[in-house]
């Protein structure tokens, strides 16, 4: 069976890692396309469920050729009408259920997302009345099924969604949001680009509604983990979704100034800080913002471990090299990834 995951952007090597794991198979990616592809004999549709890093789960109905000009698009309307019957779309789109088409595209074309979506539209529409003889439903807003279609260049992917219209990283604990909450998907792949492990003491000391704690539970069956924020409102928020998740007996919470972690009384030095603190436009002055950081990271270079990490995102992460350096921590990893129409960076450091 051939599958097509759509992830967040700069982190396809992190869900590729993860599908290998948990589903065995091959796996191709390139890295910022928000896609992986996956070939895999039998497919454990339980394990889905336990994949932390992806969104939408496909099975890839076409691989071909779309070109890059308006007149390319009569051959490829005609080549996904025989696909579509091959495939037998009308067993995925049936008259009884609603079906949406969402198009991701990457390079120079004549044609838009919008133009490939309506003609897939049009196409499964017509298929699927000709067979049974019944049109069905667009639903845009909650499909039934979604098919994906993803151009990259003169390629096309296409895929029809296993897993409804619901992204698999909503995971129903977010029963209050924070209005700056980060992607559980991001979360994830934080934590694991800081390599916590099992006991170790992990810390998002700007927990804001606890995304990254929460995620650390749902991966260590036995660590420390602390939750804490400057706004008591945040930490309260963060422990009802612990709740809602079924992790709050592994989490402490606490309102706590990140720029006084050192004074804070934890019961070993800290091994892992993985945390989102404000950044962008919406929290204003950037002078603050850099203010803060400088605090924070000082405060803490007094109890971190000797061996141990502190991962953040960023938007600002010019100013942030240059603190790490200025502080005495060194650059172990950076990357760029795609979050809130961003392109923060995770940016990974120890101490020299
Ligand atoms: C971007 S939000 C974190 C969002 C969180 N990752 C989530 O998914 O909900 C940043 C958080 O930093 C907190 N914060 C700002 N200054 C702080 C400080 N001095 N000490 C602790 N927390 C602080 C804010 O209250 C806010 O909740």
Redesign the pocket.
């Known amino acids: 069976m051939e599958l097509m995951y759509t992830v967040n952007p700069g982190i396809e090597d992190i869900a590729a890692d993860e599908i290998s794991r948990e589903l065995g198979g091959s796996i191709s990616y390139e890295l910022m396309s928000g896609h992986v592809y996956h070939v895999v004999e039998n497919v454990d549709y339980e394990a889905f469920y336990r994949l932390r890093s992806i969104n939408k789960v496909f099975t890839l109905i076409w691989k071909g050729i779309i070109g890059k000009g308006i007149e390319d698009l009569v051959l490829f309307s005609k080549s996904l009408s025989q696909i579509l019957r091959e495939r037998r779309i009308w067993e995925y789109v049936t008259p009884h259920t609603s079906f949406a088409v969402e198009t991701e595209r990457i390079g120079e074309h004549k044609f838009t997302s919008i133009d490939i979506s309506r003609i897939i539209g049009e196409l499964v529409i017509k298929v699927v009345e000709e067979v049974t003889g019944k049109k069905p439903k667009v639903n845009l807003r909650t499909p039934n099924t979604i098919v994906h279609a993803f151009v990259r260049q003169d390629k096309v992917f296409v895929g029809i969604s296993l897993s409804g219209s619901r992204s698999l990283h909503r995971r129903g604990y977010r029963l209050y949001d ?1 209005p ?3 992607k559980p998907t991001l ?1 994830y792949a934080m934590l694991t680009l800081s390599g916590t492990r099992d006991k170790d003491l992990i810390v ?9 704690p929460i995620e650390a539970a749902y991966i260590h069956e036995d660590s420390n983990i602390y939750c ?4 008591k409102r ?1 930490v309260e928020v ?1 422990e009802k979704n612990a709740f809602a998740a079924g992790v709050v007996y592994k989490i402490t919470f606490d309102q ?4 006084r972690i050192h004074e804070y009384n934890f019961p070993s030095n800290i091994d892992r800080v993985v ?5 962008g436009i919406r929290y204003g002055d950037p002078r603050v913002i850099r203010r ?1 950081y400088s605090s ?1 990271l000082e405060s803490l270079y007094k109890v971190l471990s000797d061996n141990g990490r502190v991962t953040l995102i960023t938007t600002e992460y010019t100013f942030l090299n240059r603190l790490i350096e200025k502080l005495g921590y060194i650059k172990i990893h950076e990357r760029i990834v795609q979050h809130g129409g961003l392109y923060p960076h995770i940016v990974v450091f120890t101490k020299k």
């Open positions: 924070h700056a909450a980060l979360a998002d000391p700007m927990c804001g509604g606890g995304t990254i804490l924020d400057v706004n945040y963060a706590w100034d990140a720029r945390s989102n603190p404000p950044y803060l924070f």
